[in-house]
């Protein structure tokens, strides 16, 4: 399976390897660099040489290069570079270059944990938290005095049951699940204000925190909107199949239950709409003016907005006024960022003023885009709806909450 694993910086520098097979050099990571370097923005996730196999992801600014021998489903093994992420993202809060050589005892002991001969093993945060526990400035010192480490002497009771997900013997004073519906709307709109694409990656994450063995059923006022799904290990797949009903015994603790993926554009509701115009002409000062509105967000506030607008390479400098938030220019970069915040619908944010244009420049096919960045809360864009949440198995009642989260993704706007 996996024989060799590198952690590569910015630079291009391995600054972390691991192997568990046999030792593969690290001059088999040029061939991932030689990609990098031909297209930054666009490394293939797999790459054949002629001994091996190289499967690559790019997070915090990291890179993680796998090695295998011989084929193997590469969405297994990029999956579960994405679950290494995710563990160090648990344990130490992020996942960078710095945040790893602090921790270089820690992050090898779970590798350790996670990969058995090449094989993943043990790879639910709460069973490596029993394992290996996470890193604190007082268990650090007494490890440096006493030479322990972090490593448990007991294996985790749930490594022996049917569900290795869940500890067994969990209590809790307070029992409550909370569930966070958040979807990132993905659309590219073009010059006459029509949607050429659009659709909604969607994800449930979950914080449950109950005693016991409790066994959870949530359903879905609208479950016929997934396109496509992906579901925890802990999901019985058979009643979705049958019921569209998710039945499952949660982890305990912060954990992704499910994505989604809705592309029926009829289910895709814009919820902000930009109103732009760029007049520019050869020779003269040219024009610049931007609304922002919110459009379909049965009155959710619409907060955090952010517009990064890539402008042409003739335009020298910006010279606007704005009714709310604070813009910049970037000339090297000739990016215009416009920091809106939230929006009034009573006064809508508007940016306008002149641009300063190259002499004898060629502006007969100036294209620039414009990305928007914006948060609405207690909002779901697609209308799903969660029905109810049922417990079985446990006398008591917990506490259950239930949050919506519309985010911006790839949200594009062609000038």
């Not at 915090?60 to 090695?67: C, D, E, H, N, P």
């Not at 994800?203 to 479950?223: A, E, H, Q």
């Not at 002409?281 to 040219?286: L, P, V």
């Amino acid at each position: 399976m996996i024989h060799s694993l590198f952690i590569i910086n910015p630079s291009g520098d391995v600054f972390l390897e691991k192997h568990w097979k046999s030792v593969v050099p690290r001059s088999v990571c040029d061939y991932y660099l030689e990609a990098q370097r031909a297209n930054p923005d666009d490394v293939p996730p797999v790459i054949a040489t002629p001994h091996h196999y190289l499967l690559s992801i790019q997070r915090g600014g990291v890179s993680l290069v796998a090695v295998c021998m011989t084929e193997v489903p590469p969405l297994f093994v990029i999956e579960f570079l994405h679950r290494v992420v995710d563990t160090f993202e648990d344990y130490f809060s992020e996942c960078t270059e710095s945040i790893i050589k602090e921790n270089y005892v820690v992050v090898y002991e779970l590798l350790d944990e996670m990969l058995d001969n090449g094989f993943p093993l043990a790879t639910e945060s709460n069973i490596l938290k029993e394992l290996i526990k996470p890193p604190n400035i007082l268990r650090t010192i007494a490890n440096t005095v006493t030479g322990k480490s972090n490593v448990s002497g007991t294996l985790p009771s749930g490594q022996l049951s049917s569900i290795p997900w869940r500890r067994t013997g969990v209590k809790y004073t307070n029992n409550e699940a909370y569930f966070d519906v958040v979807e990132e709307v993905d659309t590219i709109i073009d010059k006459a204000g029509a949607t050429v694409f659009a659709d909604i990656q969607g994800y449930i994450d979950c914080c449950v925190k109950l005693s016991g063995m409790p066994d959870l059923t949530l359903s879905f006022m609208n479950p016929r909107l997934f396109d496509d799904v992906s579901f925890h290990p802990c999901v019985r797949y058979k009643r979705w199949e049958g019921e569209r009903v998710l039945s499952f015994i949660p982890p305990d603790g912060n954990f992704r239950l499910m994505s989604y993926h809705i592309n029926s554009q009829s289910a895709v509701a814009l919820p902000i709409y930009v109103r732009h115009n760029l007049i520019v002409r050869s020779g003269e000062q040219g024009r610049l003016d931007i609304t922002v509105g919110p459009k379909q967000t049965l009155g959710r506030t619409v907060e955090g907005v952010k517009l990064e607008i890539s402008m042409p390479k003739c335009i020298l400098n910006c010279s606007l006024q704005s009714n709310q938030g604070k813009y910049n220019f970037d000339p090297v970069a000739k990016i215009l960022y416009w920091e809106v915040g939230r929006i009034d619908v009573t006064k809508l944010p508007n940016i306008r003023g002149t641009i300063s244009i190259q002499s004898g420049a060629n502006t007969s096919d100036i294209n620039p885009s414009l990305n928007v960045h914006f948060i609405i809360n207690q909002l779901a864009v697609s209308r799903l709806k969660v029905n109810r949440l049922d417990m079985y198995g446990e006398k008591y009642k917990p506490f259950k909450g239930v949050k919506y989260i519309t985010k911006a993704g790839r949200f594009q706007i062609r000038m």
